[in-house]
Structures are given as C-alpha cells and as structure tokens.
C-alpha cells in the first residue's frame, strides 16, 4: 500500500480514519515528506525515499517513532568537526579550570605568588652566571692551547698529539656550555613568561564580576584564535569570510594527491585526505554552536602515522590556526 498525498490537501481526520481503516493490514504506518514538499504515509518506504526523515505513527496517527533523514557524506563531515570543536572548547575551559583552582590552592595572596616568582627568578639567574662563568674559563683554557700550539708551529715542531686532543675536548666542552646556556635562557624566558600570565590570571580572579566579563571575554578571543575560531558579526559577513576561507586553505594545503577539494558545499570545504606523512589537509565549516553566531571553524588533518601526529601537533601547524583569524580580518578590512 504507497499514496503520495500533497500537504495542502491533508484533513488530519480524514487521514485518521483511513490510519484506522488499514490497521487492519499494517503493523506499521509512516510518515515522511520528500525534497519537492509531498507528503507520503505508507506501511512500507520505497527504496528510493529511504533517504528521507519518517515517523513511525501508531493506531490513532499519534507518533511512536523518529527515523532521522540519512546525513550526506557533507553532513557527516561536519557533525565530525563540530564533535571535535566542541571537545577543543571543552578540553581548554577544563584546563583553565583547573589552573585557576590550582593558583587559589597554592598561592594565599598574590604577593605569595609574586615572591615564589622572584625567588625561582634568583635561582635561574645565579645558575646562569655559572654557566657563563665556566664558558669563560673554557674560552681562556681554549685560548691558551691554542698558543702553545702555534708556539710550536712557529718553531716547526710538530704539535704533540697529547695538546691537540686536550684542544678538541675543550672545544667540545665549550660547545656544550654554550649550548645549555642558551637552552638555560629559553627555559628561563618561558618561566617569566608563565608567572607573568599567573600573575596576571590571579589579579584577574580577584576581580569585581563586570571586569571578570570582559576579561572572559578577552580569553574567549585568545581560545578562538588556538582552535582556528572566526565568529562572524552578521550573515552578510560570515559570506565574505567564507570566501575568504577558501584562499586560506588553498595556500596553506599541502596534500599532493589533488588540488581539489573532497568536499565542497555550502557548509563545509574539506580537502582530501594526506596520503603523505608531511601532508596537510585544511578544511572549513560554517557552523552554529546555539549561541546564534555563525562561526568559521579551521580543521586540519595529518596522515595517520607517527609522523604525521607529530606534524599536527607541532608549532607549524598551530600557527597555522593562529593566523587563520587574522587573515580573514585583515583581508575583510581591505
């Protein structure tokens, strides 16, 4: 039994009654409407309207069931990416969560902060003029062999094995002293750098609630720009960044299976898979959060081996996010 009955003409009693009449029959009854608007109630869906949303209706037409409408291979990408944005969003705010949670156990007062920042600082900088210290007496060492060597030379003697093996251990050492002064400098740059941003973070919370917001606010920003975020201020805007987007991801794609991308919709434009370790496939979505603001989300894919892991997760690869929004902005004000 398959009638194709138009919306417009549908009395709900009149399809009630016939619902009753053919219970008799049917175990099941459906409901679905197809693209072109016709609505359709059968006991059995036609294989080619199984793509479509149907509701499963009991004896009095009433609805005991929901198939969904089958998701495009566009839909599913999407539903993908929105999975892993709403994950990105959720690892960052428990992270900062925790953060906040572990400066108000540690630290009674800012000034408690502020000295075991000073006091780290001392340290660091008293290892680093040892370090400093023994490069200089290396370099002096070194300058002194160097010497005795060319006084040999100048004397057309041979340079005894001895003195040029003590050379090249020396240089070695040097090196290596440089090398973890330098290491020692970033390590120190990195730790000012974080008990700047706890500092920082500590004046925050101890805030009144109107400048809690509008620091919220700032680190809302900070989070979008890590997750490779574009929130669009109106539809018309979103239209021009999603423009926009396409240049990004073509000059900064890197998979060389195709130019082309998988998928090219209105919502979603991914690229093809990496079939290469140090490939990069971007894709963009245009989705909604349920907060009423379209927002442009930059995903992007490695290969999955270890390299290509190592690939997405490297500083490349995040900068790559970073500068997504700044381009769409910058490229909106022109």
């Not at 919306?7 to 009630?16: E, Q």
């Not at 509008?214 to 490779?228: F, P, R, S, T």
């Not at 975020?229 to 060389?256: L, P, Q």
Request: net charge positive.
């Amino acid at each position: 039994m398959y009638m194709g009955i138009r919306p417009a003409t549908v009395i709900l009693a009149c399809f009630i009654g016939l619902l009753s009449s053919q219970v008799v029959h049917a175990n099941k009854m459906y409901k679905w409407v197809d693209d072109k608007g016709n609505t359709f109630f059968s006991d059995q869906v036609p294989p080619k309207h199984s793509q479509y949303r149907r509701e499963s209706l009991g004896k009095h037409g009433q609805v005991v069931g929901v198939t969904e409408k089958e998701k495009t291979k566009s839909e599913e990408a999407l539903d993908r990416l929105l999975a892993a944005l709403k994950g990105a969003q959720e690892k960052v705010i428990a992270q900062q969560m925790f953060h906040d949670k572990a400066l108000r156990i540690t630290y009674n007062k800012l000034e408690d902060l502020q000295a075991t920042f000073d006091a780290k600082l001392q340290e660091m900088e008293t290892e680093q003029k040892l370090s400093i210290s023994n490069l200089k007496r290396l370099d002096n060492q070194l300058e002194t062999l160097h010497r005795q060597a060319a006084t040999h030379e100048r004397n057309g003697e041979k340079t005894p094995q001895k003195l040029l093996d003590e050379i090249k251990s020396t240089e070695k050492e040097s090196r290596l002293a440089y090398v973890k002064i330098s290491k020692h400098i970033e390590k120190k740059n990195k730790v000012v750098e974080e008990f700047n941003s706890d500092i920082a973070r500590y004046k925050q919370l101890a805030q009144p609630a109107e400048l809690k917001r509008q620091v919220m606010q700032k680190e809302e920003i900070k989070a979008a720009n890590e997750l490779g975020v574009y929130v669009c201020n109106s539809d018309a805007n979103c239209e021009k960044a999603w423009k926009i987007a396409r240049d990004f991801i073509s000059k900064h794609s890197t998979s060389s299976n195709s130019t082309e991308p998988e998928i090219d919709s209105s919502k979603l434009i991914m690229g093809r898979t990496p079939d290469t370790d140090n490939d990069l496939s971007l894709a963009i979505s245009k989705i909604d959060l349920g907060d009423r603001k379209q927002k442009l989300f930059l995903d992007i894919r490695c290969r999955d081996s270890s390299i290509g892991v190592e690939l997405c997760a490297s500083k490349k690869v995040q900068e790559i996010r970073i500068a997504f929004r700044n381009y769409l902005e910058t490229s909106l004000s022109d």
